[in-house]
């Protein structure tokens, strides 16, 4: 007689509400580091208590303007650079003579290498108009050299001949991934072209560019020293840059295509047309986590925000005049510095509406000294994704859970969540405590098919927070339960 086995299925389905721990530690101008690994609560100020603000740490970097580092899904550096030397892990030297500059206003990134783990490109980014410019990757093996990491390949050329000499290349670069989730874009706008290298498990594709947009209209020109930071949104969707060179301080802003590597709906904004010295030196430029909010910098000081949606019409509003350029935290929250200053800048709710946007300062906090630049990162380290961890089956309680950041003035902060389950169900209403970051809820669909559960964060005054949404794919599920056959039990979906 044949025994019939019944297998119970308890499965939990998580996300994390925060962006990865790529970006956990910044190095920047003159000294200057941010942990965000290890935080503390501080009064701004204004004598606002704000919490998980990132803690100092030293720097061995001296750099004008660019920089960047990396750091693992941890958080515990990995490498960081200026665009010329190279430091592991323990803050050693291990490299020099790369050819980026710290004059150069994004000197570099760091991409990691696709299906390699342990391996990085180093891209530098040389300063434009000194008949030396370019952009060249260098290979990063953090094993090598008995584990203090290995820089090979250094100085690479990347190319783009028949359009661009590549000596007159434009002091911006941004990277994001691939529309596949596994390789990545590296992207550098120059006068009319956006040019687009794809990086897959193999490396660079091509040293020239795999795609490239013509930009109309653009008052850019060829060659210039031209200055200013290009920004990606998290979700790569969106692209902008900030040309300071140009005249009467054209700002670029683009629809991306992740999966071509093209630029589309572009639009061009002279920012302070007829030389505005109110809106004069626009330098920086940086979305919003979703990309509702793009806020605009100038070199020495004064920061804007405008709604991403009007671009072209709206008048940008200042914020402060005591902060220069912004970068997104790995918190979500934007950060901010002043040339030659210690000042620490936060804004914790870049995303709310623009009268409500609020910003923190803290005097005299960094150790070091800030200078016009911070790290550039990877666009996709801020997005905040949520990912369909299983399958669920009909008629079975599922148990969700999500992870919220607490940070900010506690007036910012939210005090419950609301979950809606998209299925028709009564909304479920959680109080959120004190000190808890872990919240979950319990869920049984009776029907199958794709639904979206949405937690929505409200703050004490009503107003919602941006919401987060989790897919929950329902399925009608049957397990082959034969124990003389070892495989793996699969759901109808995948039966196939």
Known sequence: MKKIVFLF?????????????????????????????NTVTKNDASSVAVTDVPT??????????????L?????????????MRVYNKDKALIA?????NSS???????????????????????????????????????????????????????????YVTTTNLYENVTSVKHDNGTDYWLLNRTGQYMFAWLITKNGFVNLEPTAITTIPGTVSTIPMVSEGYMKMSPDGKQICHANIDAPNGEVLLADFDNSTGKISNIKLRNIYPGGNS?????????????????????LNGGL?????AEFMTATPKLITSLIGIVQTGPDGRLYGIIKSGKRLGIIPNPE??????????????????????????????FNAKAVDKSFVCVGNDFKYTVEISMSGAIADQPTKLEWNFGDGSAKVNQTIVSGTTIYKQTHNYTATGKYNITITPYKSNGAALSPVTLPANVTDCIFRTNRMIRTDLLNTAQQK
């Open 9 to 37: 299925l308890l499965a939990v389905s998580c996300f994390q509400a925060q962006a990865q721990k790529e970006a956990a530690n910044w190095f920047f101008g003159s000294g200057c580091g941010l942990d965000f690994i």
């Open 71 to 83: 750091s693992d899904s941890d958080g515990r550096i990995i490498v960081f650079s200026d665009g």
């Open 352 to 381: 709310d509406d623009i009268p409500n946007i609020k910003i923190h300062l803290f005097e005299n906090y960094l150790t070091g000294t800030a200078e016009w630049g911070l790290p550039t990162f990877v666009a996709s380290f």
């Open 56 to 69: 100092n740490q030293s720097s061995p970097l001296s750099t004008y303007e660019g920089c960047f580092s």
């Open 278 to 298: 109110a809106l004069g030196r626009i330098y920086g430029v940086e979305f919003s986590p979703s990309g509702k909010n793009m806020f605009i910098s100038q």
């Open 104 to 162: 150069s206003a994004q000197s570099g990134i760091l991409i990691p290498w696709p299906e390699k783990p342990g391996f990085y490109f180093i891209i530098s980014n040389a300063q434009s108009g000194t008949g030396s410019g370019g952009i060249f990757y260098s290979v990063f093996d953090a094993a090598g050299n008995s584990g203090n990491g290995l820089v090979t390949n250094i100085n690479t050329a990347l190319k783009t001949t028949g």
């Open 96 to 100: 020099s003579g790369l050819r980026g």
């Open 304 to 308: 804007y925000v405008i709604p991403t």
